[in-house]
């Protein structure tokens, strides 16, 4: 995490909405809204947010918690997915992006994304890192195949490790295992998101 940025400040852009409004403490606020019980709706009675996740950026950002926000703020909006929400692009400015989990929420699980760098943590596992400029490489993949499936991609990562370790495999292509090499699976999976999107996007215009 870079000093220039609070993290827990950019990240309370988002969760103030679920905060009573005498909590003063930036991080303690964080984590009192992504881990206290909040009002489910419909008749549910309170309970600890485990499933959803934010992206925040110094106007607002995006959510996905199922829980009823305690007052609307502005440049907030609700977002399907991640992958929606912050795209293959370079980051022009400072995101902290959550994904919750039956694990608490703890102050290690947040972190700055910026550039190409984007971080995602993620409540009991920690952070972790998608190379943007991988990803671009792997949408430009898929977006020209037939279906925009990580299998193949996840497939001839699986073929060229299984090459290294003098184990018989198929050969893969060398365009596709200049690709798949060096892109973790987060990436291919963050890749195939995004192309998914955006073929389902191009379907609907």
């Known amino acids: ?9 950019i990240a309370r852009n988002v969760t103030d909405a679920w905060l009573a409004e005498d909590i003063d403490n930036s991080r303690d606020a964080v984590l009192t809204a992504l881990s206290a019980s909040q009002d489910g709706g419909k008749g549910k009675s309170g309970r600890r947010l485990t499933v959803g996740w934010i992206a925040a950026n110094p106007h607002g950002g995006w959510h996905r918690l199922d829980a009823v926000p305690r007052r609307m703020l502005p440049g907030i909006e609700r977002g399907e997915t991640v992958e929606q929400a912050i795209g293959t692009g370079t980051i022009a400015e400072p995101h902290v992006v959550v994904r919750l989990a039956k694990a608490g929420i703890r102050a290690r699980d947040f972190a700055i994304s910026y550039g190409d760098q984007l971080r995602i ?6 952070i972790t890192l998608i190379d943007l400029r991988r990803v671009r490489s792997l949408h430009a993949f898929l977006g020209a195949a037939k279906k925009p499936d990580a ?10 490790q299984d090459r290294r370790l003098g184990l018989d495999g198929p050969e893969v292509d060398p365009a596709l295992a200049a690709l798949v090499e060096e892109a973790s699976d987060a990436e291919i999976r963050y890749a195939a998101a995004c192309a998914k999107t955006a073929r389902a996007g191009a379907t609907s215009d």
């Open 151 to 160: 299998k193949p991609l996840r497939d001839a990562k699986r073929a060229l």
């Open 121 to 126: 943590g993620e409540a009991g596992k920690g």
């Open 1 to 9: 995490m870079s000093a220039a940025f609070d993290v827990f400040a």
